[in-house]
C-alpha cells in the first residue's frame, strides 16, 4: 500500500519501481533530492490547493452560478473541455466530441401566481414561496386546474412491502397532497408499519420525484407535498428556493406525460388549510401510517391553480472524458460530478443574487479534475477511465438521466461510478461516510482504501434524509451499475479536531444556512485535507479496479442487482 503510492511517486519523478532492487537507490535518490522528491510526492496526490483554485474560479461571480442554458453554464462547460484537454485526455463523448448535448426544456411560472386552496365558498389565496412552491416539467405556456383533493398519504404503491396506500381510489384529473418520506419514518416501534420502508432510512418511495411520477401514472393533474424540515431533510428555504422554476429533459413521444403542476405546500399552510376543511394535519400523519390507510378525497375542497408559463428550450450539455485502458479499453469505470449549480436568485441580506455552488457541486468537480490529473500521470491502467460532469443535477439528475438513455459506452461494460457530491470542508477526519449500506461490493473497495489511508468507514447517521436517491450516481444504479457515493451531508465525520460533534455541527450549519444558497461560496478559510483524502480514496479504487478482472456485484437484498445479472453474459469472468 505505502509502496504502491511511493511507486507513483517515482514514475513520476522519473525514477524505478518500487519493489525492485533499486529500493535502497530511490531512498539514496530520496534523500540526495529532497526537493524533487516533495514535488513529485505532491503532483502525485490529490492536491488541497489544486482543489480550492478550481473551486475559486467556478464559483466565482464570473459563472453566475452556473445554471444550464446560461452564459455562466456555458462558460463552465468550456472551462471543463480546456482543464480535461490539458490533461491529455481524450475526448470522452461521441464522435470524437468533449460534449453529449442534453435537449431541455426550463419552465418558469410568472408572478403573480394565482393560487387558491377552497372549502366550499370559501377561497384562500395561497402566496408562492410562503405558503406553496409550485412549478412545471411540462412544456405548456398556461395552466388553469380546478380540481378535487385527495389525501393520499405517504402515496406509497410497494407490493413487495405489502403497502398500498391508493387501494381503489381514481385520481384521474385531481390533485394529489402527499405527506413527505415514507410510511415508516416516523413510526414508533411497536407499530405495526415500523421496519416496513426501512424505518429512519428514507427509501425512494419518500422521494418526491417517487411520489410525482406515481402521481403522474395514475393520471393526476397536480402533485403536492407537504413539506416537513425533518422528514424532508431540509428546510423550506431549500424547497422553495427557486420559486416556479423547473428544468426538465425533453420527451419523447412514448414517454409518460408528468403532472402538469407539481411542488411542495408548507407545512404550516398546509395544516391551516385543512384545519379548515375540518382536518387535523397531526392526525392524518398518524392515520396514514396505519396498515388499514387507503386514499381519500377531501371533502368539499378544491385546489384551483392559473397561471401563465414561459417555457424555453435550451440545450445543455453533459461533459465527457476518456483516460483509455490499455489492455481492455471497453471496460470502462467512472467517475464523476454535476457542473451545474443554482445560478441567480434573490438578492440576500449581503446583497449577493449568484449561488455559486461551491461545495455543491464545484468541490466534487475539482475532485474528479484533480483524480484525472494524477491517474493521467500515473502508470497505464488496463480498463478505461471516463470523467464525467454531469449538467443539470439540481434540476432532478436529468444529464446523468440523458446519459442512460443514451449511453456513450455500454452500461453493461460500466464497471463502476463513483460519484462526489458535496464534501466536507471541516478538515481531516478519522472516517469516510458510506451512503446506502449494503448496496454493493464497492463499499468493501472503499473500506479497504480507507484502511489504508488508516481510517475507517461509518455508515450514514442521516439515513432518512434518502442521500443514495438524491445525486447522479442514483441514475447509473437504476441501470444496474454498482455505484459509490461520497456526499459530505451523509453524516458528520469524525473529524481530528472536535470529533464527531464537529462533523455533526459542520453540516448543520452548511444545511442550515448554505445548501442551495448564495452562502455555498468558495472560502480561503476552508481546510480541504478532509475532502482530498475522501477524493483521494476513488483514486485509490480507479487504480485498484483499474487494473484488474474483477466486475463488483450489487449485494443480496439489493433492488439494483437483479437488473445488473440480466447483462452477466456479457461481462468476461465476471461470475
Ligand atoms: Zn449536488
Known amino acids: 500500500m505505502f509502496c504502491r503510492s511511493l511507486f507513483i511517486a517515482l514514475i513520476v519523478a522519473g525514477l524505478s519501481a518500487c519493489g525492485t532492487a533499486d529500493e535502497d537507490s530511490a531512498n539514496t535518490v530520496d534523500a540526495a533530492k529532497p526537493k524533487d522528491a516533495d514535488l513529485a510526492e505532491k503532483a502525485a496526490q490529490i492536491d488541497t490547493e489544486r482543489l480550492s483554485e478550481i473551486v475559486k474560479v467556478l464559483a466565482s461571480d464570473e459563472f453566475e452560478g452556473r445554471a444550464p442554458g446560461t452564459p455562466g453554464g456555458k462558460k463552465t462547460v468550456e472551462y471543463l473541455i480546456d482543464r480535461f484537454s490539458k490533461l491529455g485526455l481524450e475526448p470522452g463523448a461521441k464522435d470524437d466530441s468533449w460534449v453529449q448535448t442534453v435537449p431541455l426544456i426550463h419552465t418558469q411560472v410568472q408572478a403573480p401566481a394565482a393560487i387558491t386552496f377552497r372549502v366550499g365558498s370559501e377561497a384562500q389565496i395561497l402566496q408562492q414561496q410562503t405558503d406553496i412552491e409550485v412549478s412545471t416539467i411540462r412544456p405548456v405556456e398556461s395552466i388553469a386546474i380546478d380540481a378535487p383533493v385527495v389525501f393520499v398519504g ?3 404503491h410497494a407490493p413487495e412491502r405489502d403497502w398500498d396506500d391508493y387501494g381503489d381510489i381514481d385520481l384521474e384529473g385531481k390533485v394529489a397532497l402527499f405527506l413527505v418520506n415514507d410510511p415508516d419514518f416516523a413510526a414508533a416501534p411497536e407499530e405495526e408499519v415500523a421496519g416496513r420502508f426501512g424505518n429512519r432510512r428514507m427509501t425512494y418511495y419518500g422521494r418526491w420525484a417517487y411520489k410525482f411520477e406515481e402521481a403522474a401514472r395514475r393520471g393526476a393533474t397536480a402533485a403536492l407535498v407537504i413539506h416537513e424540515t425533518e422528514a424532508a431533510g431540509y428546510g423550506w428555504n431549500v424547497a422553495s428556493s427557486s420559486p416556479g422554476e423547473n428544468y426538465a429533459v425533453v420527451r419523447a413521444e412514448s414517454d409518460e406525460e408528468p403532472v402538469t403542476l407539481q411542488g411542495w405546500m408548507h407545512g404550516d ?20 401510517r396505519s396498515t388499514d390507510f387507503e386514499a381519500f378525497e377531501l371533502d368539499n375542497v378544491t385546489f384551483g391553480a392559473d397561471l401563465a408559463v414561459q417555457v ?13 485502458g490499455t489492455s481492455r479499453p471497453d471496460e470502462i469505470l467512472m467517475v464523476s460530478a454535476h457542473w451545474d449549480a443554482y445560478g441567480i436568485g434573490e438578492t440576500d441580506t449581503q446583497g449577493r443574487t449568484v449561488r455559486p455552488g461551491a461545495n455543491d457541486d464545484a468541490l466534487g468537480m475539482a475532485g474528479v479534475l484533480e483524480i484525472a490529473r494524477v491517474l493521467s500521470a500515473g502508470p497505464p491502467l488496463a480498463r478505461s477511465v471516463v470523467f464525467a460532469a454531469w449538467t443539470a443535477e439540481e434540476s432532478g ?6 446519459y442512460v438513455v443514451d449511453p456513450v459506452y455500454p452500461l453493461e461494460k460500466t464497471v463502476a461510478n463513483l460519484t462526489l457530491d458535496i464534501l466536507q470542508t471541516a478538515g481531516s477526519a478519522r472516517d469516510v461516510i458510506l451512503v446506502g449500506e449494503g448496496q454493493s461490493e464497492l463499499e468493501d473497495d472503499l473500506a479497504s482504501a480507507a484502511a489504508r489511508q488508516g481510517r475507517v468507514v461509518s455508515p450514514e447517521n442521516l439515513p432518512e434524509n434518502g442521500l443514495f436517491y438524491r445525486a447522479d450516481h442514483f441514475s447509473l444504479a437504476r441501470q444496474g451499475v454498482p455505484v459509490l457515493l461520497i456526499m459530505g451531508i451523509a453524516g458528520g465525520a469524525d473529524l481530528v479536531e472536535g470529533g464527531r460533534e464537529a462533523g455533526d455541527q459542520w453540516i448543520a450549519d452548511y444545511i442550515g444556512n448554505c445548501y442551495h444558497q448564495t452562502c455555498d461560496a468558495w472560502s480561503p478559510d476552508w481546510d480541504l485535507r478532509g475532502a482530498a483524502d475522501d477524493i483521494e480514496l476513488f483514486r485509490i479504487i480507479l487504480e485498484d479496479l483499474g487494473s484488474s478482472m474483477r466486475w463488483p456485484k450489487w ?3 439489493s433492488e439494483f442487482k437483479a437488473i445488473r445479472e440480466q447483462s452477466a453474459e456479457s461481462r468476461s469472468g465476471s461470475q
Open 312 to 324: 424555453e428550450s435550451i440545450e445543455s450539455s453533459n461533459v465527457l472524458a476518456k483516460l483509455p
Open 397 to 402: 439528475l436529468l444529464g446523468s438521466q440523458a
Open 269 to 288: 399552510a398546509a395544516a391551516a388549510l385543512l384545519a379548515a376543511a375540518g382536518y387535523d394535519l397531526d392526525e392524518l400523519r398518524v392515520r396514514a
Open 154 to 156: 405517504f402515496g406509497a
Open 555 to 557: 449485494k443480496s437484498g
